[in-house]
């Protein structure tokens, strides 16, 4: 199954170092192709912020790129936004278990801790994170109580969670990802002009200031 965006392939192969471009922040935003509407919006978590979510999976090879970058980017926005992040089923078995696997480690207050080692284990170890056992013994390596990660991990609250999750994703049509929605109402579009992956975030700022255009309207 396919599930992350194509077109993130060959940005997947770039470099990301560099100053991001200034021609590209002065261009004006063109619905469809910076970015697309949702209609009806989702409703929001934090409606006094502007609400960005980012939609994920650590089984993802695109989002493991991404995943530095955002936390840099995140760490910089104004305390007029705030950014979610929500982990994708696709109705896939792994995929799911990926999500409960953020889940588990977000209830017990690791998520923040171990979500770049998760992606470095995956992706550059290799490492075979693909079942409860596996999962668990690599998290008790991690400085994890086993109990209270396998405890967590089966929860009927991370449950409840990863059916939200799958709902919200339904709902805002995500095919793919990493995908980043503003406010409820705005996907940011991967753009094939884009060189890095910096690229995408310039683009989200553009596209957040112009959803706080339009809260002050």
Known sequence: MQTCFSRWIAVFLLTLAG???TAYAQDALV?????????????????????????FSYACPHCSELNPLVASWASKLPSDVVVKRVPVGFN???????????????????????S???????????????????????????????KKFSDAFNAFSVDSRIKRAEQLRNNARINGVP???????????????FNSYADFLTLTNKVIEKRRQERRR
């Open 31 to 55: 619905v469809g192709e910076d970015y697309r509407v949702l209609n009806p919006p989702l409703l929001t978590d934090t409606p006094e912020k502007i609400e960005v979510i980012e939609f």
């Open 19 to 21: 100053s991001l471009p």
């Open 92 to 114: 896939n078995p792994f995929y799911t278990i990926m999500a409960r696997f953020y889940y588990a480690l977000d209830a017990l207050g690791e998520e923040e801790r171990l």
């Open 116 to 146: 770049n080692a998760v992606f470095d284990a995956i992706h550059n170890k290799n490492l075979r994170l693909i079942d409860e056992k596996s999962i668990t013994e690599w998290v008790a390596s991690q400085n994890v109580d086993p």
């Open 179 to 193: 995908a980043l929605i503003v406010d409820g109402r705005y996907q940011v579009v991967s753009n094939p002009s």
